[in-house]
């Protein structure tokens, strides 16, 4: 059964993750889960996003039932409950939503780390709630920030999708792709939003690209990709029928 790509988007605050993704979707058949105050602002700049117009979205911000507050409001949208039917969801951003619960399981919760209590409990969370969009038929796009590479006695541990707990390994091997969004810069060398993606540099940020869609500084364009990939997967599924 066909299901369209999955997207995680990662990058240093401000550089353009979210503003990609209005340009990307269509407002009308969209549902946003913002996890960070203004995480939409950029839907309000006509550059940006000329016709002004707001998908539908919520705001969660309460760290004390942030995955009850999305586990939910996923539910309503995949039950049709939502102010119209929708094709695409964008949790913006998944490292919010899961330094929140870490906050609440080991601070309120009393999980305690250090004996990997809390990184499990976290997992579980969060992982459900993935598990639930990843098996639906939405295209399903969530932002993270960006963690650096650590060189710890000479073992490099790569840098990626900034998330607490042992997420970041298996939230990376869920989605389609994992795309890193940086600074580059033209032919003329006037700066410019690109995405990284380098089997190569795998050891230093850790990218992924299911479709064999994007190439390392290709111009940081959702739409574009996820144009792309939709082919690729939608060719399979009429090549498999």
Not at 38 to 60: H, M, Q, R, T, W
Request: net charge positive; proline share 5%; with cysteine.
């Amino acid at each position: 059964m066909f299901k369209p790509p999955t997207l995680l988007l990662c990058g240093p605050a401000g550089i353009g993750k979210s503003a990609s993704i209005v340009k990307a979707l269509n407002p009308d058949t969209t549902f946003w889960i913002c996890t960070e105050r203004g995480a939409l602002l950029p839907a309000k700049n006509k550059e940006i996003n000329p016709s002004g117009k707001l998908p539908d979205y919520v705001e969660i911000l309460d760290y004390t039932s942030a995955c009850e507050q999305v586990a939910a409001v996923i539910k309503n949208v995949l039950d049709g409950k939502g102010k119209r039917a929708y094709n695409a969801i964008v949790i913006d951003t998944l490292s919010a939503l899961a330094d929140m619960e870490y906050t609440r399981i080991r601070k309120v919760e009393g999980f305690r780390k250090e004996f990997g209590d809390a990184n499990k409990e976290l997992g579980m969370r969060v992982n459900s709630i993935l598990w639930k969009l990843l098996d639906s038929n939405l295209l399903v796009v969530c932002t993270a920030h960006e963690k650096e590479p650590m060189n710890i006695n000479g073992k490099i541990t790569p840098g990626g999708p900034k998330l607490p707990g042992d997420l970041s390994k298996s939230v990376f091997s869920m989605f389609d792709l994992v795309l890193r969004c940086d600074l580059g810069a033209d032919a003329k060398g006037n700066a410019k939003r690109v995405i990284r993606h380098s089997p190569l540099a795998i050891k230093t940020f850790q990218t992924k690209d299911r479709f064999g869609v994007v190439k390392d500084g290709d111009d940081l364009d959702v739409k574009d990709v996820l144009t792309k990939a939709m082919q690729i997967a939608t060719q399979g599924e009429t090549n498999d029928g």
